[in-house]
């Protein structure tokens, strides 16, 4: 059996569409705009928020740095996904979580992304958690649980440093201030074949939770599925 792991969730804002009964919003990763500090030399191979992601499934290797669970808020359900879902692979770059999000969010809009959109919006992800967590003071309080999970793992200056190159790995913060920027649920499963179980998937991690039911008269958000495997590596699991 898979272990859950906890953790927290908590705007510019992307909405992504839809089943029935969802909201939809027609813009793409690509139009938002953001000013970055030039890219630097990557200090660090492994992204924060591996050892998080690992820590709590038995049998995963953990990755370089103290394994550490953020501080519980939501637990994932541990129960096996639909058998109606299927992987789509994504290129192992280094930025397969991004790539894997911006599949994800342009397949629930209806949009085909070709690959070199594909990188453009995946690197448009990565730069929108830049602006949120390494522009300034005031924008970084609206992401301190993303803040305080990625501190477990390194500094602010060596991690802002390290999220400026475009093979930035992506993980637990980095989901955690995109689900809430751009208001839509993120669920991390694992296969249950990798791990010696079954045929299924199961979710291990969920964050924004809460726009997936919606509130106040607000639709809810359908979410984007990612498949987490053994070799620190992001596809995207959708529904077949």
Not at 47 to 53: E, V
Not at 110 to 132: S, T, Y
Request: glycine share 10%; with cysteine; aromatic share 6%.
């Amino acid at each position: 059996m898979m272990t859950p792991i906890f953790t927290t969730s908590g705007a510019c804002r992307l909405d992504a569409v839809s089943e029935p009964g969802e909201a939809a919003d027609s813009r793409s990763p690509s139009q938002l705009s953001f000013e970055l500090v030039p890219a630097q030399p990557r200090a660090v191979a492994v992204a924060s928020g591996l050892a998080s992601l690992a820590a709590g499934v038995p049998g995963f290797a953990s990755g370089p740095g103290p394994g550490s669970c953020a501080p519980p808020n939501l637990l994932c359900t541990l129960a096996t996904a639909p058998a109606t879902l299927k992987v789509i692979r994504i290129k192992g770059d280094g930025k397969c979580m991004f790539r894997a999000l911006a599949l994800g969010l342009a397949r629930n809009q209806g949009r085909v992304l070709p690959p070199p959109v594909e990188q453009k919006e995946a690197d448009n992800l990565r730069m929108a958690v830049a602006e949120a967590l390494c522009r300034t003071e005031k924008r970084r309080k609206q992401f301190g649980r993303a803040v305080r999970a990625l501190q477990q793992e390194d500094t602010l200056k060596s991690y802002c440093k390290r999220l400026a190159s475009p093979s930035f790995w992506g993980g637990e913060p980095e989901m955690m201030v995109l689900s809430d920027m751009l208001k839509v649920p993120i669920y991390v499963y694992l296969s249950e074949s990798e791990y010696g179980g079954g045929q299924g998937y199961s979710c291990i991690q969920k964050f924004g939770e809460q726009y997936r039911k919606g509130g106040k008269g607000g639709k809810g958000r359908r979410p984007v599925r990612l498949l987490f495997t053994g070799n620190n590596h992001f596809d995207l699991l959708v529904k077949s």
